[in-house]
């Protein structure tokens, strides 16, 4: 069964930080790893998606990497504002049934 | 483009009871997915609907149902409530295939069951 954690819970930085949010999984046979965010009793909106195939997707000041034998990917913000503060959950979609795994998210805070 | 809707936003409702949820996915989406989001087990997937007919299941009990219409809109039923079943459900529409390509979320409905 597919396991997908993602580390720190929570993070408190202050504004203009560069910021590395980390996803892990279990199992290597996926389809691709899709990165969202959530804002506070709101639905996800979709940030990147990398293909398994890919090594790295970048969106902005968004940078998302996938190194699929390690089971590992992460999130890289660059110059985190204010406007940044949410829950960010990667999903990992697997190969074949392309059923969808979430981590329980990385809750952010960037502070002015 | 009008995004994805979901009615009703709110919703109470007692042990026991039945619910329908709504959603209607972004014009030109064919897929549609449902996902469960509590604070215990996080986001959880029930299911998708494609051209009308389920393409893929969760691991929920056979209370959770859904259906997609032949405009892409589609429902979820959950009969005889419980208290486990308070949560956030979330819809998701796609081109295509949900798990294949980015995925556009609506805003959820908040189910209390008391």
């Known amino acids: 069964k597919q396991e997908v954690t993602q580390i720190p819970a929570a993070l408190s930085v202050p504004e203009g930080e560069n910021l590395v949010l980390n996803c892990s999984f279990t199992d290597s046979a996926i389809y691709n790893l899709q990165w969202f965010r959530q804002d506070p009793g709101k639905g996800l909106t979709s940030l990147l998606l990398i293909q398994s195939s890919q090594r790295e997707q970048t969106s902005g000041r968004l940078n998302a990497s996938l190194d699929k034998s390690s089971g590992r990917s992460t999130l890289y913000i660059a110059a985190s504002q204010p406007g940044d503060s949410a829950t960010y959950l990667c999903a990992v979609i697997k190969g074949g049934s392309y059923i969808p795994t979430f981590g329980r998210g990385t809750s952010l805070i960037v502070h002015p | 483009k009008a995004g994805v809707t979901q009615t009703p936003r709110y919703l109470i409702k007692t042990r026991g009871q039945q619910v329908t949820l709504s959603c209607s996915p972004i014009s030109g989406h064919r897929s549609v997915s449902w996902y469960q989001q509590t604070p215990g087990q996080g986001l959880q997937f029930l299911f998708e609907?494609?051209?009308?007919?389920?393409?893929n299941k969760g691991n929920f009990p056979g209370r959770f149902s859904g259906r997609q219409f032949s405009n892409s809109r589609s429902e979820m039923n959950v009969s005889t409530l419980e208290l486990g079943d308070s949560a956030l459900y979330l819809c998701a529409s796609s081109l295509h295939a949900s798990g294949q390509e980015t995925q556009y979320f609506g805003p959820g409905t908040r189910l209390l069951v008391l």
């Open positions: 609907y494609f051209s009308e007919t389920q393409r």
